[in-house]
């Protein structure tokens, strides 16, 4: 009698990006719940007086990078809704920056700071696209 073994499937990772994309009506149902919106906005004008009391750069800064950040959130989430989560970071990118990068010239200028490129401003786009990445979910 013969028996054939089937070989161990390895386990996908996924990364943040990938697991927010993949779980966003659950992530935006929970941040649509009225309790946690208090929460987060108490939360955000803690985090911002801290900010200005240690250093008033920082408590401008900091806007910009949650901004940012949800930015990319929802240029991934409307990526998984549409079936396109992979392979679209041209397409992502463009749709993060031309909603943050008014905000980043502003600063800039009221900072007495000179205006970052488009180049720059992408390549910090991706190194953050990339420290999100490299928050990955447990292998489903």
Do not use: H, R, Y
Request: hydrophobic residues 50%; neutral net charge; aromatic residues 6%.
């Amino acid at each position: 009698m013969s028996s054939t073994t089937q070989p161990a499937t390895p386990a996908t990772k996924q990364t943040f990006l990938q697991k927010l994309g993949a779980d966003f009506k659950k992530v935006f149902s929970w941040l649509g719940n009225p309790n946690v919106q208090k929460v987060i906005v108490a939360g955000e004008a803690v985090g911002e007086a801290v900010a200005a009391d240690v250093s008033p750069a920082l408590a401008g800064i900091s806007p910009i990078l949650n901004s940012w950040t949800q930015e990319i959130f929802k240029a991934e989430s409307l990526a998984a809704a549409a079936g396109a989560q992979n392979g679209t970071g041209a397409q992502k990118a463009a749709m993060v920056l031309s909603s943050v990068t008014p905000q980043v010239l502003q600063f800039a200028a009221a900072n007495g700071l000179a205006a970052p490129t488009g180049a720059e401003l992408q390549s910090a786009n991706s190194l953050l696209v990339q420290f999100l990445n490299t928050l990955t979910a447990p292998a489903a």
